[in-house]
């Protein structure tokens, strides 16, 4: 299916654990981000990429690690969970073309640390 | 730095009631201004945009005009429906004019109710 996908939709872990959310789009996108989402605080940008084997961070990149080493895929990884890492997720991405400005977001991955 | 401030929540307007939620932002240049919508459950989908100053970007009843003198983009709908219940999100795109790249950059989102 053509757009933006995340995985997994739901999860659920335990404080210390390494976890990794999938992020997948199928149009070729230059650039790529990752959002988290917590009430009262919107969307904050932990990190994006602006091409293959380019990422730069955020503003709130401590306790994430991320790696493009293709186009397409811009997963993130959470070396060591805490419980202040439960958030919804968001991934984007966009074109760098100024005429097609704006970003497109996968559906969430909801992250609960236990 | 670059920010976006909306206007708080909870919005709660009857049926068929005009909507105007406000949006103001800091950033040099000429960034281009968003409005994403969020339905429970969902991503952020893109509601409108505008990319230069004195564009009005609309959709769906919706609009926005990019106001460069007043660091503006508010969002207006003349008659909002109970479908329209959702979190508006007022976001703009920077470009960085050190290393060229850009990122997005979104207010806290605003809460809008609609009864019938």
């Known amino acids: 299916d053509a757009g933006i996908t995340q995985s997994p939709r739901y999860k659920i872990t335990e404080t210390g654990r390494q976890v990794t959310l999938m992020c997948h789009q199928t149009?070729?996108?230059?650039?790529m981000f990752w959002y988290r989402q917590d009430l009262g605080h919107g969307l904050r940008l932990i990190y994006y990429s602006a091409a293959a084997d380019i990422t730069d961070k955020g503003e709130v990149p401590d306790g994430y690690v991320v790696s493009r080493s293709k186009t397409e895929n811009f997963p993130l990884t959470l070396e060591s969970a805490t419980r202040s890492q439960t958030s919804v997720y968001f991934c984007a991405s966009s074109e760098a073309y100024r005429g097609y400005p704006e970003a497109f977001f996968g559906q969430g991955t909801r992250l609960t640390v236990v | 730095g670059n920010s976006v401030t909306q206007m708080e929540g909870p919005v709660t307007l009857s049926e068929e009631a005009f909507l105007t939620i406000n949006c103001t932002y800091t950033a040099t240049g000429y960034p281009s201004l968003f409005w994403y919508v969020q339905y429970p459950g969902e991503g952020l989908q893109l509601l409108l945009k505008?990319?230069?100053?004195?564009d009005k970007g609309s959709n769906k009843g919706f609009e926005a005009t990019y106001r460069k003198e007043t660091t503006s983009f508010h969002l207006e709908k003349g008659s909002v429906q109970v479908s329209d219940s959702a979190v508006y999100f007022c976001?703009?795109?920077?470009?960085?004019?050190?290393?060229?790249?850009?990122?997005?950059?979104f207010g806290t989102g605003t809460r809008l109710k609609v009864l019938a």
């Open positions: 149009w070729s996108h230059s650039y």
């Open positions: 505008a990319t230069k100053a004195d």
């Open positions: 976001a703009l795109r920077k470009i960085s004019a050190t290393s060229g790249t850009y990122k997005y950059i």
